[in-house]
């Protein structure tokens, strides 16, 4: 289970509809599809039935959803307490091994005998 098979769930739950969802997340139908279908692997139990009109919630789908945005809000909270902090000093290293001018010759074509 990933954030966004939970997203795209709880945008369909809400939309109760996949193509309505697809273009809210921006995403094609078969893959808001995909992302169902392998949430639902997942559980191990079905979330959704297809009807004429769009989708119905099965009662473990109903309360996934109710879990997926309380999910949703608490990640967009975390988000929001980093983003009011500031950006914090980062330190990028940069490792290698051997001695650089070994590989160079080697990396030009160089050297071949």
Not at 39 to 59: C, M, N, Q, V
Request: charged share 20%; net charge negative.
């Amino acid at each position: 289970m990933t954030l966004d098979q939970l997203r795209t769930f709880a945008v369909v739950a809400t939309h109760r509809n996949i193509s309505s969802a697809a273009q809210e997340l921006h995403l094609s139908q078969p893959a808001v599809s995909g992302q169902l279908r392998l949430l639902a692997e997942w559980f191990g139990e079905p979330l959704y039935h297809r009807s004429g009109r769009g989708i119905d919630l099965t009662p473990a789908g109903e309360q996934l959803a109710v879990l997926a945005r309380r999910v949703l809000v608490a990640y967009q909270e975390a988000v929001a307490m980093r983003d009011e902090r500031g950006p914090r000093g980062s330190v990028l290293r940069i490792g290698a091994s051997g001695d650089a001018a070994d590989t160079e010759p080697a990396l030009l074509g160089a050297g071949a005998e």
